[in-house]
Every structure is written in C-alpha cells, then in structure tokens.
C-alpha cells in the first residue's frame, strides 16, 4: 500500500465514526464550539472534545480561541487534498462498471486491493 493510500485509509476511518462524521457534517455549516456541537449532538462535552482533538490532530478541523471559548471550523485545504487522494487512487486503480465509485472503492478497501 503507497503512502497516500494508508493517508487516505487513515482519514476514511476517521471519518467512518458516527460522531466524528456528524460534526464534520456540523461544520460544514460553519464554525462551532463545543457546547453548541455537543447540543446539537445529544452527546458529552467531554466526549465532542475528544473527537475534535482526534479531527484536529490529522487536520481535518482548525480551531481558533476567542476569549474563553474555542471555535472549531472544517479546514477546507485537507479536505480539498482529502477528495484529491481520493480521485487520484480511484482513477490509478482504473476503477468502471456500473457501480457507484464510491462503493466500488469501498469493495475494493475492503478486499484489501485498494
């Protein structure tokens, strides 16, 4: 496996967690704090903290203190190299058919070829 396969795996099992995709899908909106996140969420502070440490650690979310409270928005730079790792790898495994290309790469993670 090439290196921006195991970076593209990395970030995709990030992202295959419930909680961790609902607050991207959150930020998409725009920037939040935790509090507002773990409302909307039905979850701990404690553990939004945790997953945003996680999402901030592999550069999917930047944050940025604003007196006491920390805002947390999408770092649209990772996510634009997130979606270009993704293409590159789909195409350079010549990926057709009548299948979806996400769920044909998805068949193809999970057989261990992609």
Do not use: P
Request: include cysteine.
């Amino acid at each position: 496996m090439t290196n921006r396969e195991k970076e593209l795996l990395k970030l995709l099992k990030i992202l295959a967690d419930e909680s961790k995709f609902k607050i991207i899908l959150h930020l998409m909106k725009g920037e939040e704090c935790v509090c507002n996140l773990a409302e909307k969420l039905d979850i701990e502070r404690t553990l939004v903290s945790h997953h945003l440490k996680t999402l901030r650690e592999v550069g999917l979310i930047t944050d940025r203190k604003v007196g006491t409270w920390i805002h947390y928005s999408l770092n649209q730079k990772v996510f634009k190299k997130f979606e270009m790792l993704f293409l590159n790898i789909i195409n350079s495994k010549n990926i057709t058919g009548n299948c979806c290309v996400i769920h044909e790469a998805c068949r193809l993670i999970k057989k261990g070829n992609l």
